[in-house]
T-cell receptor
Framework: NAGVMQNPRHLVRRRGQEARLRCSPM?????VYWYRQLPEEGLKFMVYLQKENIIDESGMPKERFSAEFPKEGPSILRIQQVVRGDSAAYFC?????????FGPGTRLTVL | KQEVTQIPAALSVPEGENLVLNCSFTDSAIYNLQWFRQDPGKGLTSLLL?????REQTSGRLNASLDKSSGRSTLYIAASQPGDSATYLC??????????????FGQGTTLQVKP
């Protein structure tokens, strides 16, 4: 059973471009969580999704950020018009039980 | 608002020592607590999960305890090895109406075990 997969592992964008981060949960997991780890800071919750539904987006910035988890395919975290402050590691986790399993992360660098 | 604190921020020990990492949380109304390991530039590996009704969990050389009333958890590592060097994170999940599944993380304790 493959673990949580994220791609790309590293992403470089210039200011103003769009970033799309993908997360494929573990097989049989219908719950997906996105977290962000800013440099020298701890992990912060962003959004929790179940298939086709956003359950909790209390940690998402109000503008430029969106997330989806369609019926088919991976979960997508989309950042529009990226700024340097968006540079961070973005982690996805999935679960079926209370235990969450994390992917390797996508490291976003905004030039 | 739930806050999670880990002390110390960094720890360096010689190989073979037993050690304790501390995690405290401000709101005792938690659903569970999870300990993770993060290697530099890598993702998180789940080590132990303790449900709110449990007092401790063990896996190999690791033992995690939970005292909800005092808002504390400890991760005990026996006979430390250089391969244990990593950052250790604790995270709590809230209960009740706030239980949407999200985890609230501490800042982590970076452990170095010297050969």
């Amino acid at each position: 059973n493959a673990g949580v997969m994220q791609n790309p592992r590293h992403l470089v964008r210039r200011r103003g471009q769009e970033a799309r981060l993908r997360c494929s949960p573990m097989k049989g997991h219908s719950h997906v969580y996105w977290y962000r780890q800013l440099p020298e800071e701890g992990l912060k919750f962003m959004v929790y999704l179940q298939k086709e539904n956003i359950i909790d987006e209390s940690g998402m910035p109000k503008e430029r950020f969106s997330a989806e988890f369609p019926k088919e395919g991976p979960s997508i975290l989309r950042i529009q018009q990226v700024v340097r402050g968006d540079s961070a590691a973005y982690f996805c986790a999935s679960s079926r039980t209370p235990e969450q399993f994390f992917g390797p992360g996508t490291r976003l660098t905004v030039l | 608002k739930q806050e999670v604190t880990q002390i110390p921020a960094a720890l360096s020990v010689p190989e073979g020592e037993n050690l304790v990492l501390n995690c405290s949380f401000t709101d005792s109304a938690i659903y569970n607590l999870q300990w993770f390991r993060q290697d530099p530039g890598k993702g998180l590996t789940s080590l132990l999960l303790i449900q709110s009704s449990q007092r401790e969990q063990t896996s190999g050389r690791l033992n995690a305890s939970l005292d909800k009333s005092s808002g504390r958890s400890t991760l005990y590592i026996a006979a430390s090895q250089p391969g244990d060097s990593a950052t250790y994170l604790c995270a709590v999940r809230l209960q009740g109406s706030s239980n949407t599944g999200k985890l609230i993380f501490g800042q982590g304790t970076t452990l170095q075990v010297k050969p």
